[in-house]
C-alpha cells in the first residue's frame, strides 16, 4: 500500500512539472551591468604579501530563461584585475599591477522566489584575454631591485600567458519592475591558468587570479 501511495505521489509530481514545463514560455532578456571587484593573486610556494587591491569592471550581458527555474547567462566585460603588495618592514616600497582583461563569463543561470523578486545563483567557465598590462613600482623598490626588477613578480607576462581561464560563481537577487529587470549579484571567480611560467625550476608554481565582485546589471525584455 505504501508502495502504491508514493507511486501515486510521483504520478502526480511529474505529471504537474510536465504542465507547468508546456505552460511555461522562454523569456530572453539583454542589458549592461558593472561594479566593483577586489583582486589578488595566489602565487606559491613563493608567498606575496599583498593588500586590498580595488577595481572595476562592466559590459553587456544577455540572460536566456529556458525553462522554468533555470537558464543561462552570458557577458562581455572589461575588467580590470592585478594585485598590490604590502611591504610590511619597507614603508618606503610600494608596488601595484593592474591587468586589464576582456572577458566573457558563461553561466548556468537558477532562481527561485516570487514573480517580482527572485533568490538567484550563477555559475560557470569563464575565459579572459590580457590587453593591458601597467606596473607602479616606488623608487626606493626599484632601487633595491636593481637588475632583478625582470625578475620573479616583476617579470614580463608572456604572450602565452595573456590567456586566462576559471570557474565564476555568485549569488544573488532579482527584483523585477515596469522600468526593467535588476541583477543585484556577490560573485567569486577562481582563476585555473597561471600569470608566469610554471615549469619544474620557475620561480612560480603557481600564480592566477582570485577575485571577489559586486556586480549590478539592468536587463530589458525582448521576449
Same mark, same amino acid.
Given at each position: 500500500?505504501?508502495?502504491?501511495?508514493?507511486?501515486?505521489?510521483?504520478?502526480?509530481?511529474?505529471?504537474? =512539472?510536465?504542465?507547468?514545463?508546456? $505552460?511555461?514560455?522562454? #523569456?530572453?532578456?539583454?542589458?549592461?551591468?558593472?561594479?566593483?571587484?577586489?583582486?589578488?593573486? $595566489?602565487?606559491?610556494?613563493?608567498?606575496?604579501?599583498? &593588500?586590498?587591491?580595488?577595481?572595476?569592471? %562592466?559590459?553587456?550581458?544577455?540572460?536566456?530563461?529556458? =525553462?522554468?527555474?533555470?537558464?543561462?547567462?552570458? !557577458?562581455?566585460n572589461y575588467t580590470q584585475r592585478g594585485w598590490? #603588495?604590502?611591504? *610590511? &618592514?619597507?614603508? !618606503?616600497?610600494?608596488?601595484?599591477?593592474?591587468?586589464?582583461?576582456?572577458?566573457?563569463?558563461?553561466?548556468?543561470?537558477?532562481?527561485?522566489?516570487?514573480?517580482?523578486?527572485?533568490?538567484?545563483?550563477?555559475?560557470?567557465? =569563464?575565459?579572459?584575454?590580457?590587453?593591458? &598590462?601597467?606596473?607602479?613600482?616606488?623608487? %626606493?623598490?626599484?632601487?633595491?631591485? %636593481?637588475?632583478?626588477?625582470?625578475?620573479? =613578480?616583476?617579470?614580463?607576462? $608572456?604572450?602565452?600567458?595573456?590567456? $586566462?581561464?576559471?570557474?565564476?560563481?555568485?549569488?544573488?537577487?532579482?527584483?523585477?519592475?515596469?522600468?526593467?529587470?535588476?541583477?543585484? #549579484?556577490?560573485?567569486?571567480?577562481?582563476?585555473?591558468?597561471?600569470?608566469?611560467?610554471? *615549469?619544474?625550476? &620557475?620561480?612560480?608554481?603557481?600564480?592566477?587570479?582570485?577575485?571577489?565582485?559586486?556586480?549590478?546589471?539592468?536587463?530589458?525584455?525582448?521576449?
Open positions: 500500500m505504501k508502495y502504491r501511495l508514493l507511486l501515486a505521489l510521483l504520478l502526480i509530481f511529474s505529471v504537474l =512539472q510536465v504542465k507547468a514545463q508546456r $505552460d511555461f514560455k522562454p #523569456e530572453l532578456y539583454v542589458g549592461v551591468g558593472g561594479g566593483a571587484l577586489s583582486s589578488s593573486v $595566489d602565487f606559491a610556494p613563493q608567498k606575496v604579501f599583498q &593588500d586590498m587591491n580595488l577595481g572595476y569592471f %562592466g559590459g553587456v550581458a544577455a540572460k536566456y530563461i529556458a =525553462q522554468k527555474n533555470m537558464g543561462i547567462v552570458a !557577458e562581455l598590490k #603588495e604590502k611591504f *610590511r &618592514d619597507n614603508p !618606503e616600497f610600494a608596488y601595484t599591477r593592474t591587468l586589464n582583461y576582456v572577458e566573457i563569463p558563461f553561466m548556468t543561470h537558477v532562481y527561485a522566489g516570487k514573480k517580482n523578486m527572485r533568490f538567484i545563483f550563477n555559475a560557470g567557465p =569563464q575565459i579572459g584575454v590580457l590587453i593591458n &598590462d601597467n606596473q607602479i613600482m616606488s623608487n %626606493g623598490l626599484a632601487d633595491n631591485l %636593481g637588475e632583478n626588477k625582470n625578475t620573479m =613578480q616583476y617579470m614580463p607576462i $608572456d604572450s602565452l600567458k595573456r590567456f $586566462d581561464y576559471g570557474l565564476v560563481g555568485g549569488l544573488g537577487l532579482e527584483l523585477k519592475t515596469n522600468a526593467g529587470v535588476f541583477d543585484l #549579484e556577490g560573485r567569486y571567480y577562481f582563476g585555473l591558468n597561471d600569470l608566469f611560467p610554471n *615549469r619544474r625550476g &620557475d620561480y612560480f608554481a603557481r600564480s592566477a587570479h582570485r577575485i571577489i565582485e559586486a556586480k549590478l546589471t539592468y536587463y530589458i525584455k525582448l521576449k
